[in-house]
């Protein structure tokens, strides 16, 4: 069975910043893209950010580009979103993603999400 389990989210004001951590259960965590998402209230689930396994090429939403970093530690099994120069619309429910394609089809896991709120 695996799991995955965030931590770090809470209440922080505009411009402030939050570190967001996500401890992953499966064997051969390197091999897995990673991905946090985010989603607020009355709207789609939307990719903040993006892991790849291996050499990690990183991927970013246009909205956190240059705000937000996504790091990993394979020998943890743990990825990491750092928030930096947070803003309101920043608000939401933020979800660690994993996912490695298998010959047939993929192995897709969610954790159960942790809420941010960026408010004065």
């Known amino acids: 069975q695996v799991h995955l389990v965030e931590s770090g989210g809470g209440l922080v004001q505009p411009g402030g910043s939050l570190r967001l951590s996500c401890t992953a259960s499966m064997n051969v965590f390197r091999l897995y893209a990673m991905a946090w998402y985010r989603q607020a209230p009355g709207k789609q689930r939307e990719l903040v950010a993006h892991l790849t396994g291996g050499h990690s090429t990183t991927n970013y939403a246009d909205s956190v580009k240059g705000r937000f970093t996504i790091s990993r530690d394979d020998a943890e099994n743990m990825v990491y979103l750092q928030m930096n120069s947070l803003r309101p619309e920043d608000t939401a429910v933020y979800y660690c993603?994993?996912?490695?394609?298998?010959?047939?089809?993929?192995?897709?896991?969610w954790g159960q999400g942790t809420q941010v709120t960026v408010s004065s």
């Open positions: 993603h994993a996912r490695r394609p298998i010959i047939g089809g993929q192995y897709d896991y």
